[in-house]
């Protein structure tokens, strides 16, 4: 039988050869999801339900759309949903829908509360936060578009990000 030495010793070995493993294995230190493309989705969405989605047209480099899906959402409304993130690691996100009705607005914004409301891009948008502290904005537009801006990074970020709404153009 060993020794309590060599059992040390023995020991001693195997974690050398651990420590030599795990600094050989490289580590990731973030996870950088793959860019979308947005705008293909947006223009399908478009041209299949004839709704006049909007779209953000000029987001400097920096803002990645990271989401982006045409789906039937709740209560069978057909919305269109994207997220990007702002050079300084924020999201924003964009939900739309023709005629939402009072369940699809409050699933978009997970329980958020008005708090207020601004006026941005010539329409007036009601505030609500939520209890992580994200901020919404949602208005309706003239043809009932139903338009829900969410942002981790705060107002300005809403405000930076509906000043660059327009029409999305439906795919050819």
Known sequence: MGSGANMARS???V??????LIALVPRVDSVRQPAVDAASVVS???KDSGTPFSFPAGLPSGWTATSAR???STDSRPTWQAGWTTPAGQFVGLRQTVDATPAWVTTGITGGKVTGSAEVAGRTWEIRTDERNQ??????SADKLTTVVSATGGMDDIRYFIERLEPAKAAS
Do not use: E, K, Q, R
Not at 15 to 20: E, H, S
Not at 135 to 140: E, G, K, M, N, P
């Open 70 to 72: 045409f789906a039937t």
């Open 135 to 140: 901020l919404y904005a949602v208005s309706v």
């Open 11 to 13: 020991l001693l070995v």
């Open 15 to 20: 974690l050398a050869l651990v420590a030599g």
């Open 44 to 46: 399908y969405a478009v």
